[in-house]
């Protein structure tokens, strides 16, 4: 296969990946909706942030999936079946990348420091704060 025809395949998948994990987010979506009607307890709250990220990862994973039916896709007449397996590759595949992401790539979560309040009300510095330093004296002049 060509770079062309590659980059055409990849697309697709992408493309088709993203399609499903958005059809997967809607039902998110919904249930959130509920979820906040309901006044149940909990982070119901809209993140852009993470809807973006689960999109990119849908298409990942239906790009993934694509290479494995270049072959077909670059045949000529693409069955629905072909593309509605990578519709379901980005429905799905957005939850197993997540999940392998998660457990061999955690970061722990950081909590800010707080600042120590003093005697005289000033904050105490924290290790992270950049301390401020007098400017040093001018050294003598050698010539005097």
């Known amino acids: 296969m060509t770079v ?7 697309s697709i998948g992408f493309v088709a990946g993203a399609v499903g994990q958005l059809v997967r987010a809607i039902s998110g979506l919904a249930k959130l909706k509920r979820e906040q009607l309901e006044g149940a307890a909990g982070d119901n ?3 852009l942030s993470t809807m973006v990220l689960s999109v990119i990862i849908g298409g990942t994973a239906g790009a993934l ?8 896709l670059v045949s000529g007449g693409v069955p629905s079946q072909t ?4 519709l379901g590759a980005g429905y799905v595949g957005a939850d197993f990348i997540s999940g ?7 970061v722990a979560p950081t909590t800010p420091e707080v600042p120590q309040i003093r005697g005289d009300g000033k904050a105490e510095p924290t290790p992270g704060d950049r301390q401020q330093v007098a400017p040093a004296a001018p050294a003598p002049d050698a010539v005097g």
């Open 4 to 10: 062309t025809q590659w980059l055409e395949v990849l």
């Open 45 to 47: 709250e809209f993140q």
């Open 65 to 72: 999936a694509a290479i494995a039916l270049s072959d077909t």
């Open 83 to 86: 593309i509605l397996g990578l």
């Open 100 to 106: 392998f992401a998660g457990k061999h790539f955690a």
